[in-house]
C-alpha cells in the first residue's frame, strides 16, 4: 500500500467525475486492472468502510492514474468528492486479470454499459498507442451522450486505430437529443450487424451486475460458449 496525492478532478459525464492522482514511479499496471482507494481519516464512513475498488481508467502509457466514478450520495463519494486537491489516499494493487487478450489474433467484442467503461478505456487507449492487431469491437451502451464517459476519446481512438470499431448506442435520446448514431439496446441483431461469425470472438462484459449478467445471457443465447466470455463486475451497484 502507499499514498498517492489528487492532481485535479473533473466531470467525465452526467454526475460522473473521473479523479486525477500523481501516479507513484515504482507503480505499474497491465490495463484493465484495478486498485483499491481506502480513504485516510475520513470525517464520516458507513457499514461498508472507507475502501472501495476501482478499475484503473487511465492507460498505463498516461502519466497519472485516473479513476472514475457515478457520484452516488454514500459516505465515501461524499468524502471522496470534498477531498482538495493535494489530499492523499491510500492506494492498494494492481489487482484483476480482466485484460486484452495475450494472441494478437483473437477477435475481442466488448459490451459495455456506463460506468462499466472504465478499465476498457484504459485497454483501448494502450492497445491504440501500441498498435496493438487485435481486430477489437467496442459496443458501448449509455442513456444519452451526456452520460457516456470517454465518449469523445473512444471515438478519438476509433480514427487512429484501424483495428478499432467503435459502436456507441442511447437507449434514452427520443427526438430531443441530438444524436446520429445507433439506438436501444446491445443486442443479438447489433452483434450480427457487425460480426458475421460472433462465435468465433472473445468476449469482455464489465459494469454493474445487472449489466454483465444481461449481456452474459444474450450471449450465451446466442450460443457463446463460457470460455469466451471475460466479465468484470462492479459490486456496489
Ligand atoms: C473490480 C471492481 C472494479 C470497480 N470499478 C469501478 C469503477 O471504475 N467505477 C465505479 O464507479 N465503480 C467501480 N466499482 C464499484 C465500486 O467499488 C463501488 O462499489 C461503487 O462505486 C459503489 O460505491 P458507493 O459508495 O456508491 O456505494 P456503497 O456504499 O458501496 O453502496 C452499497 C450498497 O448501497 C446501495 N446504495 C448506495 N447508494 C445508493 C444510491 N444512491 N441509490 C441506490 N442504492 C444505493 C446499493 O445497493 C449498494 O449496493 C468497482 C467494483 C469492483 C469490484
Not at 481519516?41 to 466514478?69: H, K, Q, V, W
Not at 450487424?193 to 454483465?212: F, I, N, S
Request: hydrophobic share 40%; glycine share 6%.
Amino acid at each position: 500500500m502507499q499514498k498517492i496525492k489528487l492532481k485535479s478532478k473533473h466531470e467525465a459525464a452526467t454526475g460522473t467525475t473521473a479523479f486525477y492522482f500523481e501516479k507513484p514511479a515504482d507503480f505499474t499496471y497491465t490495463a484493465g486492472q484495478f486498485a483499491e482507494l481506502t480513504l485516510i481519516d475520513p470525517p464520516e464512513t458507513d457499514a461498508e468502510g472507507n475502501t472501495r475498488a476501482y478499475s484503473i481508467a487511465s492507460a498505463p502509457y498516461e502519466a497519472d492514474l485516473c479513476f472514475t466514478t457515478r457520484m452516488r450520495n454514500t459516505a465515501f463519494k461524499r468524502v471522496l468528492d470534498s477531498l482538495p486537491l493535494g489530499a492523499e489516499v491510500w492506494l492498494d494493487g494492481p489487482f484483476g486479470n480482466f485484460l486484452m487478450p495475450s494472441n494478437p489474433n483473437t477477435l475481442a467484442v466488448f459490451l459495455i454499459g456506463g460506468i462499466g467503461i472504465t478499465p476498457v478505456r484504459s485497454m483501448i487507449l494502450q492497445a491504440t498507442h501500441d498498435q496493438r492487431p487485435n481486430q477489437t469491437f467496442l459496443f458501448y451502451s449509455n442513456r444519452t451522450p451526456a452520460d457516456a464517459a470517454f465518449l469523445e476519446e473512444l471515438r478519438d481512438a476509433s480514427h487512429k486505430n484501424p483495428f478499432l470499431t467503435f459502436v456507441p448506442t442511447m437507449t434514452n435520446v427520443g427526438d430531443t437529443v441530438p444524436w446520429n448514431g445507433k439506438t436501444g439496446y446491445i443486442s443479438a441483431q447489433l452483434l450480427l450487424e457487425y460480426l458475421p461469425k460472433p462465435d468465433l470472438a472473445t468476449y469482455y462484459l464489465c459494469g454493474p451486475a445487472a449489466m454483465v449478467t444481461a449481456m452474459h445471457k444474450l450471449l450465451t443465447d446466442m450460443g457463446i460458449y463460457n470460455e469466451n466470455i471475460h466479465t468484470e463486475e462492479f459490486s456496489g451497484y
